[in-house]
Structure formats: structure tokens, C-alpha cells
């Protein structure tokens, strides 16, 4: 420490004596009452003895204003560092360790007593020295091999510093760089995270390659010595040092070929930017695509710059990279600074000529040939497209923020209540400052804590990525996390990790290697290897990772499957109350007595059942639907053909008896029409009961009716327990007396239609057969219990509207437009009624074989001599 004072004032004496503009013509300073110092590799190496090379746009001016925007929101914020302004001194590193030791010199410069003895100006005056700054700490610097340079001398101080990009291991040893702190894990978890992934895959031979210097250096070191002592890995190393000649990267790539065993096999790749690209390059050249896997250090990350035309050879490498986030307020705030808004950055014009591709005049830097810059290019902003957010920018964040925080907890311990700053921090004490950086704890700007270990290093925290070639891109994908400990989603990169819902087939004798399987239809993965049938009434979700209950639906009331049935019974419905009422209005009228007044309203109650049973079916399930669903569906059918099989059963037997005697058949009176047709009505009733103890009545859900192939499209159907078999039983007694009745009409058919309802009757039957004949393979073709209910509900009110068009239209029709026709005719013996029907069946017998004079002649003679032999004339209502 003493031998090396003389040598810094000799240093610092020639830029004491510099004008002020000249002092910080190339130096960022803002003042303050606390200045931060800075370190960014602003430009890069120069060539031919030249210090400083090519203007780094990302990792300089980025990461720079980056500092300038986090010290703005500091200052801005009344709650940390309150009435205290942060001021900085920012330098140029040039991207090189000597001269950002030169720079660094500055940092010290109010540290250092100057003696000015010796020093006269031209005129022979003594010469005046600008006061320096008092730098507090410093932010920086980026490469590791410039943080030990640069370590060194600012320990000496006891400056307190905090990188945002420096890992190496080296760092970390606390004896020698025990002021140095940063906010970016050190190699060492890097290394750490690296054999944790080679394991993982189940290598057991793994070549590493090393860039120049370092952080290729010691990486690769610690890898070694982590490996060695977990016995997992045999390492054979290769140094890629400036790794810039063909023959030298074809000369490493051809040894590791040599020693590599068959399907254990990768590189662990440490090495800046530049070397990763030349290494895929020449394993390209030497035609070993799909050969090598890599695992990359954070040098090439998720960066798009090293696979550009190689990536055949990248395909499938895993990469590191410490999670880090996009910040927004900096996008916000960068792309708002323009070259008038952002004088403080001397370096800014530079920047602004780099971007747009044009010099802003005489003065510029760039080349005298490019174009110079035209319209209004003061307020000119960053566009969208020319500006991505450099991946250091949390770090640099972070960094001031510690810094921040630190001195500001020293503030509230050293200053307690004082406004401003207290004597005892008007020179900061760096040791004391050191020891509250390292306390710090708060949420970092991606939210994640911000804390230092002892050593003060950050806690390791890293992203997995994995290169990916598909159909439509070429992606890094992030596979997994490191934090202490590896989560990785895949288990080798033989194979591209598969997708959610796709199961891994394994490759006969390489189990390390797999085909991505997709889990069809309603299968699920259940885990990476193994795909299974979800439950019935389940279906997959969307990336078929799980299985999620399928939809359950019902016939709703506003579907074209019941708007038309619904539409159909209300006109039914309105019909037949329409003909009750004219009925009961003209109940003794002769029509209505003649009609057999008594099983016209038992056949009308069941034609409004047929269409009411429309509403039932249509409801949505429950017990009560469903129970009233297996009493009213059969029954009201029941009710209009058990009252027509009466009554075609009573015409049969009038005329069949007439053809013996002259006596009227027994129970033909209404009252035992009545008991005829509720006995049988009652043997539907007494078959639901049956039913409904042996099966209660309650709902189901069907998911089997709308399993589509998609299971996107499944459904279940809420529906109550009746199955078609079920359904056609319950209708089945009902169709017997619809057929029984057909029969009956059949049979009497020749009865005079001026007599009886026969013929009426015979057409109604004939047309409902016909009806329920379709009906049968219409059912049962649809698969759709709605198509079912439609189709069913249709068929009753289309064989309920028969019986009520063709056997009470006509007489309402008399009733209504035509009075004069209603009225009492002439009543006839029972002998005569049934003569005269016995003569008209033989006159169309003979109507064939003799003249039509002759039969009218017999039918007339026949009639005159069986009139004086007529019996009483039979109450009223058993003919018409």
C-alpha cells in the first residue's frame, strides 16, 4: 500500500491540472450529495494501440442509462434517501483492464493528498486544482478480468463496489476482493448448475471447452473439481484459447471426437460470445451435425448470434442463463431519450449515429462516406423495431438500488431524525458502508429478493433453455430452473422434450432417447412415459395434462327440436279445447247426442293428452318430470283408442246381433261404455304402478349419445331413466287397442255412413297406423335423444290431430256454420238399421252381376217388409 501511493499521484497530479472541460469531456457527471461511480464497457477493445474500439450499443450504452434511469427514480422517491441526492461519475472501461484500472484511478482521486510543490503553470503561477469527487461506491464493472483489476485498487480505498456482470469464482474469495460485492451469481453456481444438468441426462463422459481468460478459465475449473468430487463425469478438457483460427477449433472438435463413447456423449461449453460461435462453426465444417450435445455457459444463453446459419449443429443444446426479466419503466424511459432530452450522456450522439446509420455532422464519428443526418433529428425517438432491452439491465438496477438501500439504512443509524446529511456521513466511511450493503434484503425489480452471502455474492438463480427446431421455428424454450437445486422438465436432450399431452416412446437400446407420442382421443398423460382413458363422464383438458368433467346438456326449449313439436301441441291444444267447449256448449243438441256424448269426452281428454305429453317430454329432467313422464305418456293414447275400440266394439256388435235377432246386444248403454273403457285404461294404470315399483323413476346422465371423436365436442345428456325399449313398452298396450280398434273398423265398414261413425272412425285408424308405421323406423334410426323426443312427440300430436280432424271438424263444423242440420231426424227400429246395412253389403256384393234397377228394387222390397216388423226404436245415442 505505501509503494504503490508515489506511483498513484505521479497518476493523478497530470489530470488534476487538466481545465474543467477537459476533465470530464469523456466521463458522465451528474452532481449530488452522495456520488455513485460507474464502470461500463462503453466501447470495446481497440486495435493498434488504440484504447477503445467500435461503440458497444447493448452491454454499454444500455447498461449506462440503465444507472442514470435508476438513480432518477431514487431521487424521485420520497421514501428512500429522503431530501439526500445521489450524484454519479460514470467512466469508460473501453472493455479492457488496464485501462479501466487508469479510469478507476479517478474513483481515489479525493482520497489521495496532493502535493503541488513542484508544479508551476506557463505564466508562473501556481497551478488550481478542481476539487474531486468523493465517490461512495462504485457500479461495475462488467467483465470479470476488469473487476479484479479494478478490485484491487479500489480496496486499497476501501471503496465499496457492486457488479452487475462479473462471476467469476475468484471473486469470491473475501480475503482478497473483501470489498467487492455483486448482484449476478458467481461461476461456481453456474458450474454447480452444469453438473447437475450433465447428471441429470445421464452422461458419463462429458469434453469441456474453455475460452481465453477468466471466466472460461476458472468455469471450467470449478466444473472439473464439482465433478470430480461427485464421481458422476470423466472430463477430458480442452482449452479454446482465442479461439479464432479455423484449424485450431477444427483441431479441438476432431480430439473429442475421438474419444467420445456411443449415445453418452456432450460438451460443456465456457467461453465468451465469440468462441461459442467459432466452435459450432467448425464442428458445421467438420460435417458433425446432430453429433455433439452442448451445454453452454451464460456467455451464449438464449442469444440468437451463435446458432445464426448453424442450427443444425445447435440443435438441441441446453443453455444457462441467470433469470433475470425485462424491466418496462426502462423500455418506457429509453425510448423516450432523444439528443435533446439527453445531454448528460456524452456518449449518447455516438450512440444515436450507431443506430440510425448517419453522422450528425463534420464532428461525428463515423465514417466521412455515411450519409449525414437529416430531418428533425434532435427530437428524433427510438423506434420499437431497433431497440431490444439488453439482459444486464435488472442487474445494473439492482446494483444502484443496493448501493441505495445500504446508505440509506446507514442513514436512519447514523443520522436518526436529521434532515439531510449529518456530519458523520459527510465522509462515508467504507467499511461501515460495506457492512450494510451486505444486510441489504429487499425485492430486486423482477421481483425477486436481492440479498449477499458473506462473500457478497448473490444467490444462484438460473433458467434453463433448450435450442428447438420445429416445423414453424427455431426457438429457445426454457425447460427448467436452477435454485440450489436443478428442476429440469426433461431428461435428455437426445430428443426434443415433448409437449404437454404427448408421452414419451422410448427408442429400443437408447433409453435416453424418444419418440413424442400423442395421447389421442380421451386419453390424458398421466406422466412423461404413459397415457390413460379418462373416467366416463370426463374428457381431456385442452393440453391433455388432466381430465376435466364433460358438459352436461339438455333439450332446451329454444332448439329447432322442440320449437317445432311445442308449436304443433299448442294448435293441438287449442283445437281440441276449441271443440270441448262447442261440445259442452251444444250438449243436447242431436249431433252431440248422436256422437255418444259420453266417449267423445273421453276420446277428447285423450287427444289433449297427446299433445300436453309434448310439454312433459320437452321439460327438463327431474324426478317429478320423469315420474309424470311414465304415467301420461302411454295414457293419453290409452284414453282415445280403449275410447274408439268401445265404441267400433259396439257397432260390431249392434249389427252383428241384428243379423240374429231383433234383441239389442248387452252393454251398449253409455254407463257401460264408461266401465268398458276405463277397465280398459285401467290396465295401463295398473302397468305403470308395476313399473314404478319395480324402477323408481329418477334422472340419468348419458354420456355416451354425443361421445364424439373430438372430446372437445363430448357432452352429456341429462335425460330421465326411460330406455327405447322402455318407451315402445309403455306405448305397447296402446297400440294393441290402436290395432284391435283398426280391426274393429275393418269389420264395419259396410255399415251405412249415414247410420254410424264407422267409416270416420275406419279412416281415422287407417291414416294412425299408417302414422305409427313411420314412425317405428324413424326412432329407431336416430342416435340423438332430442331427434327421439321430437320424433315421438310429433307422432302423438300428428295421430291426435287425426282422431280430431276426422271425427269432430265435420260436426263442429254443422254445428257452427250449418244449425240448420242439427236437428232431431226420424228414428228407426234397431231391426230396420241393421236390415238396411245387411242389404247396402249385398247390394255391393251383386252390383257386379245384375242391373243396378234390379238390386234397388230388391233393397226397396226388403226394406217395406221388415218395417212392419221393426222393435222399439233404440235409445238415444246407440245409432245415428
Known sequence: KISILPMLQRLLLAPAARTHGQEYAHSIRLDGDIILGGLFPVHAKGDRGVPCGELKKEKGIHRLEAMLYAVDQINKDPDLLANITLGVRILDTCSRDTYALEQSLTFVQALIEKDGSDVKCANGDPPIFTKPDKISG???????????????????????????????PELSDNTRYDFFSRVVPPDSYQAQAMVDIVTALGWNYVSTLASEGNYGESGVEAFTQISREIGECVLTRFGVYSCWVWVRCLLCIAKINAGFLKFSYGICLIGHLFVCRRVLEAAKKANQSGHFLWIGSDSWGSKISPVQQQEEIAEGAVTILPKRTSIDGFDRYFRSRTLANNRRNVWFAEFWEENFGCKLGSHGKRNSN??????????????????????????????????????????????????????????TDGKELLSYIRAVNFNGSAGTPVVFNENGDAPGRYDIFQYQITNKSTEYKVIGQWSNQLHLNVTSVCSLPCKAGERKKTVKGVPCCWHCERCEGYHYQVDEFNCELCPINKRPNANRTDCQLIPIIKLEWHSPWAIVPVFIAILGIIATTFVIVTFVRYNDTPIVRASGRELSYVLLTGIFLCYSITFLMIAAPDTVVCSFRRIFLGLGMCFSYAALLTKTNRIHRIFEQGKKSVTAPKFISPASQLVITFSLISFQLIGVFIWFAIDPPHTIVDYGEQRTLEPENARGVLKCDISDLSLICSLGYSILLMVTCTVYAIKTRGVPETFNEAKPIGFTMYTTCIIWLAFIPIFFGTAQSAEKTTTLTISMSLSASVSLGMLYMPKVYIIIFHPEQNVQKRKRSFKAVVTAATMQSKLSQKGNDRPNGEVKTELCESLETNSKSSVDLVKSGSTS
Open 138 to 168: 462504485v457500479i461495475g464493472a462488467a467483465a470479470s478480468s476488469v473487476s479484479i483489476m479494478v478490485a484491487n485498487i479500489l480496496r486499497l480505498f476501501k471503496i465499496p463496489q457492486i457488479s452487475y456482470a462479473s462471476t467469476a
Open 370 to 427: 455515411i450519409k449525414k443526418c437529416t430531418g428533425n433529428c434532435e427530437s428524433k425517438t427510438l423506434s420499437v423495431n431497433s431497440y431490444e432491452q439488453e439482459g444486464k439491465v435488472q442487474f445494473v438496477i439492482d446494483a444502484v438500488y443496493s448501493m441505495a438501500y445500504a446508505l440509506h439504512n446507514m442513514h436512519k443509524d447514523l443520522c436518526p431524525g436529521y434532515i439531510g446529511l449529518c456530519p458523520r456521513m459527510s465522509t
